[in-house]
């Protein structure tokens, strides 16, 4: 009988020391849809225990200066670029996305997340007035919160958890990080290196599991004040119930339903490949990801035949594969999801261009179980359709004509989301005029997704509340307060 391969069993990481659990969860491969390797499933127990030592280790952690913090911060992320390539290999089968993607985007942003913070906390100042008639002089100062509850979703694994960890840290918090219990592997990595890297036991606690058990014990715990969470909107509102009794200060990024608007100037040779682009990256699994495209009616036409000749060249392809552009989706349940979205527009009567069910998917035999789908092109569709209204997050787009500035403003702004927006003119006036009206916390105009980290990230209406960024994250990661002094 052929021995069975031992799963690969994770372990919590609580006051320093990994953990076992008493009971576990599977986690599959999304690019064979064969289990792989096993996640504690963590409840209160776990998350008391966590408290407990974030508690201990938050005295010593908060006085440390912020050169100490910092020195921590740039040793981690040295250390996570030595095992770069493990990393990488990691989230690209654990995820789904291609090797590619987490060796060039996932993991040197993971890494960049720490040097950036450990060199923006040294850099923030506070604020003094003087009220001579008084004899007053008023200034703030700034102090850590205490413990942080960390939540991080699937798509961006270790890139989202770094992203709140490295400021949680440099501002002098202790913290406990929930990732997401279908992508939990590079978190457990991380560990491995934090005593490496100086991190004294208790300031940064992992614990692993799913959300309605492990995340709401988080979110619930009296000792937790603070909140960074990042996912979908139903569970930001369970989030906000739960933390309600509390007041907990909250950080909520959230989903969104992306515009593209492409005005008749637009330079179309740069436009097609980036909205290519920003419509498929990662599978479509991007907050930021564009999911309706707005065209001019005069190149509607030419638009659609170009963007769908080059959607047809996003090859969809194992992780592995250096020439693919698209792996797998996370979940068959995802899957299942995203195509249900597909035929709902079809029973709509709308037109599929490409991808779903008018293209053939080609993958090796080891692979046709995997959660594999053709990025897929929408038209003819209405805007109240909920392919046009709800967030998919998968390689799905819908691509429909415009008349007036006007007019397009208006329908972009028609959804309940408000977090990214694309705008391609070469009209300077109309770029500016066009992003100020947008409701979306991100306007890129003829470019999409490039980042700078020390400006404000988040979304507006149901797409999140505050924003992260080197002075919006500190803030958050810090409580503020105003001295008076009558001399
Ligand atoms: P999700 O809301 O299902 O899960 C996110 C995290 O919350 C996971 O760790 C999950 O275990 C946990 N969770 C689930 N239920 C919980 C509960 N009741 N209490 C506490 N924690 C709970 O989201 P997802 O499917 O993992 O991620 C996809 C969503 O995330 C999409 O909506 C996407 O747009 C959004 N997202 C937003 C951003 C952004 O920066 N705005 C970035 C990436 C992803």
């Known amino acids: 009988m052929a021995a069975t391969k031992a799963l690969l069993m994770l372990e919590n990481f609580i006051d320093g020391k990994f953990l076992p659990c008493t009971s576990y969860i599977d986690s599959y491969d999304p690019s064979t849809g064969e289990v792989y390797y096993r996640v504690p499933d963590s409840g209160k127990e776990e998350i008391d225990a966590a408290v407990e030592a974030a508690r ?14 910092s020195q921590v911060l740039n040793k981690l992320a040295d250390l996570l670029e030595q095992s770069l390539e493990e990393l990488a290999q990691a989230e690209s089968k654990d995820q789904g996305k291609t090797l590619t993607l987490a060796r060039t985007m996932d993991i040197p942003r993971s890494v960049q997340n720490f040097r950036f913070f450990a060199s923006s906390v040294l850099h923030h100042t506070s604020e003094c007035t003087q009220m001579d008639h008084l004899g007053c002089m008023h200034y703030t100062v700034r102090t850590p919160v205490g413990i942080a509850g960390l939540i991080s979703p699937w798509n961006l694994p270790l890139y989202l958890l ?18 997401s219990e279908l992508t939990s ?23 692993f599991g799913t959300g309605p058990r492990v995340g709401e014990a988080l979110v619930s715990h009296p000792e ?66 564009t999911s309706r495209i707005f065209v001019q009616k005069s190149i509607y036409s030419e638009f659609l035949k170009r963007f769908v000749e080059a959607t047809r060249k996003w090859k969809v392809g194992v992780p592995s594969d250096p020439s693919a552009s698209m792996g797998a989706l996370i979940s068959k349940a995802h899957l299942e999801k995203v195509r249900s979205y597909v035929k709902k527009a079809l029973s709509e009567g709308a037109q599929i261009q490409c991808g779903e069910g008018v293209d053939k998917l080609h993958l090796p035999a080891r692979n046709q179980a995997g959660y594999f789908m053709l990025p897929t092109v929408i038209t003819d569709i209405k805007d109240e359709s909920c392919c046009m209204k709800e967030e998919i997050f998968g390689p799905v787009t819908c691509v429909t004509p415009f008349d007036s500035e006007e007019e397009v403003i208006q329908r972009a702004n028609s ?73």
């Open 56 to 69: 201990r280790a938050f005295p010593g952690w908060s006085s440390r200066s912020p050169q100490e913090r």
């Open 162 to 179: 770094t992203w709140k960890i490295a400021p949680a840290m440099a501002a002098g918090n202790t913290v406990i990080a929930k990732p």
């Open 185 to 207: 592997v590079t978190a457990w990595m991380l560990c491995k290196l934090l005593d490496k890297a100086g991190v004294p036991p208790g300031v940064v606690n992992i614990v």
């Open 224 to 289: 937790v004040p603070l909140i960074s969470f990042t996912g979908s909107q139903p569970t930001a509102e369970r989030i906000t119930q739960l933390s309600a009794p509390h007041c907990k200060k909250l950080s909520l990024e959230l989903g969104g339903k992306n515009p593209a608007i492409i005005f008749e100037d637009a330079n179309l040779d740069e436009c097609i490949p980036a909205t290519v682009r920003s419509s498929f990256a990662n599978q479509g699994e991007i907050c930021l990801c």
């Open 415 to 487: 959804v309940k989301y408000g977090l990214a927006a694309t705008v391609w003119s070469r009209d300077v006036g109309r770029v500016h005029r066009v992003a100020k009206q947008l409701q979306s916390g991100l306007v890129w105009t003829n470019c999409w997704l490039i980042r700078e980290l020390n400006l404000p990230f988040g979304g507006m209406k149901s797409s999140g509340i505050g924003r992260e960024g080197a002075k919006d994250s500190y803030d958050f990661f810090t409580e503020i307060k105003t001295i008076t002094v009558k001399h």
